[in-house]
């Protein structure tokens, strides 16, 4: 049975940080490129970094130089950690596979704001 749960997220103000935890099962973890996306309120999803099965990570252009993406295999567990937080950051984050599943879980929201 698949299972992806988030958690980490909260309120911070802009310039702070996070680390946000993807506890994956059932997927095969260790085999599977992972991404972390986000959706911000009456947004698409998008992806905002990924990284693969041989720990060579991707960023999407917003979050270069901001946010670091880790994985580690022993636990089935992917890391978002994310400084500089800015307000545009606002989202809710999922975790998923690379490209992603159908499957969701519930995510973890992160709030910006001052």
């Known amino acids: 049975q698949v299972q992806l749960v988030e958690s980490g997220g909260g309120l911070v103000q802009p310039g702070g940080s996070l680390r946000l935890s993807c506890a994956a099962s059932?997927?095969?973890?260790?085999?599977?490129?992972m991404g972390w996306y986000r959706q911000a309120p009456g947004k698409q999803r998008e992806l905002v970094a990924r990284?693969?099965?041989?720990?060579?990570?991707n960023y999407a252009d917003s979050v270069k130089g901001r946010f670091t993406i880790s994985r580690d295999n022993a636990k089935n567990t992917m890391y978002l950690q994310m400084n500089s937080l800015k307000l545009e950051d606002t989202a809710v984050y999922y975790c998923?596979?690379?490209?992603?599943?159908?499957?969701w879980g519930q995510g973890t929201q992160v709030t910006v704001s001052s």
């Open positions: 059932g997927i095969g973890f260790s085999f599977r490129p």
């Open positions: 998923n596979v690379f490209p992603a599943l159908s499957l």
């Open positions: 990284i693969t099965t041989g720990d060579n990570p």
